[in-house]
């Protein structure tokens, strides 16, 4: 058909007056996984099938709660956007993972889009128990004051606006209240089959 047909034939859709009413599709049929309920697949499959799909990298960070003197902060490659309107952005973190009550205490957090020249940034915090913040440079972002990390490709600060479950993790949906970008000029850091790229 071509562009110029398929523009025609676009022209003449919106023409011809407005759609017929789109029916709602019934709502599933939802059910609770029983605890003695064999997986459906193999963790390890699951897993090598999944690392299939290229990630970007994130490290999503908190500025310090009630009573702690440093701020939080862990690497995340389940970021991804939500909606436009609202602007919402959404990251999983594990149930067990020790840095999420901290960022649910403080109720803020930034995303910091990493780009290709911080592998090892990534591997710094993606570590339990040290001092993730120790050596790397930062500032507040403006609304939240959770650290924005340097030479961050991008970063999208927020404030908590809903958690959902999600097996073992948990889903974070994030109000973006302001977000920016480092060096345009600069490649994403990339997770693929175990391996950045």
């Not at 019934?26 to 690392?51: I, K, Q, S, T």
């Not at 908190?62 to 436009?84: I, R």
Request: net charge neutral.
């Amino acid at each position: 058909m071509g562009h110029a047909g398929a523009a025609a034939a676009a022209v003449r859709y919106l023409r011809s007056g407005p759609p017929a009413p789109v029916e709602a599709l019934p709502r599933p049929e939802l059910r609770c996984v029983r605890e003695d309920e064999p997986a459906p697949v193999d963790p390890a499959r699951f897993r090598r099938v999944l690392g299939n799909f290229a990630t970007g990298v994130t490290v999503v960070t908190a500025p310090p709660g009630p009573g702690e003197d440093t701020p939080a902060g862990f690497a995340c490659q389940s970021f991804s956007s939500l909606s436009l309107d609202p602007p919402l952005v959404a990251f999983m973190v594990g149930r067990t993972s020790t840095t999420w009550p901290r960022i649910a205490r403080a109720g803020v957090f930034c995303v910091n889009v990493l780009s290709a020249g911080q592998g090892e940034l990534c591997r710094s915090f993606a570590v339990r128990g040290a001092d993730k913040f120790a050596g790397v440079a930062h500032d507040p972002a403006p609304v939240s004051g959770s650290p924005r990390l340097a030479g961050a490709l991008a970063w999208i600060d927020c404030t908590v606006h809903a958690v959902h479950t999600g097996g073992d993790h948990l889903i974070v949906v994030g109000r973006v209240e302001a977000l920016g970008t480092g060096d345009e000029e600069s490649e994403p850091l990339l997770f693929h089959r175990g391996r950045f790229r």
